[in-house]
Nanobody, 123 residues
Framework: QLQLVESGGGLVQPGGSLRLSCAASGFTLDYYGIGWFRQAPGKEREGVSC????????VYADSVKGRFTISRDNAKNMVFLQMNSLKPDDTAVYYCAAGSPLGSLRGEYYEYWGQGTQVTVSS
């Protein structure tokens, strides 16, 4: 069964940090670009960051640039999103997705999606 599972979400105070993980089972991530997306209540899904299959190219949404870092460890079949200087506006369910090798912040380029992990930034 092909599956992506996110972990690492939780409740954090403004200014804090979290590290999200995305683990694949049933297939290898080596040939897939990976994207992180988020969706807050009442808002559209937003592409946060993506990384190419080789890891050589990364893209960030303006809203997270300089605060979030995406990385991948193909040997562990995992992708990570380090989130620093978190703000209340970062509160959302975060999803990882696997798709186009080049990666994209647009969801239509992805074939496989995880179930999401909740991130809440609040004092």
């Amino acid at each position: 069964q092909l599956q992506l599972v996110e972990s690492g979400g939780g409740l954090v105070q403004p200014g804090g940090s979290l590290r999200l993980s995305c683990a694949a089972s049933g297939f290898t991530l080596d040939y897939y670009g990976i994207g992180w997306f988020r969706q807050a209540p009442g808002k559209e899904r937003e592409g946060v960051s993506c990384i190419s299959s080789s890891g050589g190219s990364t893209v960030y949404a303006d809203s997270v640039k300089g605060r979030f870092t995406i990385s991948r460890d193909n040997a562990k079949n995992m992708v990570f999103l380090q989130m620093n200087s978190l703000k209340p506006d970062d509160t959302a369910v975060y999803y990882c997705a696997a798709g186009s090798p080049l990666g994209s912040l647009r969801g239509e380029y992805y074939e496989y999606w995880g179930q999401g992990t909740q991130v809440t930034v609040s004092s």
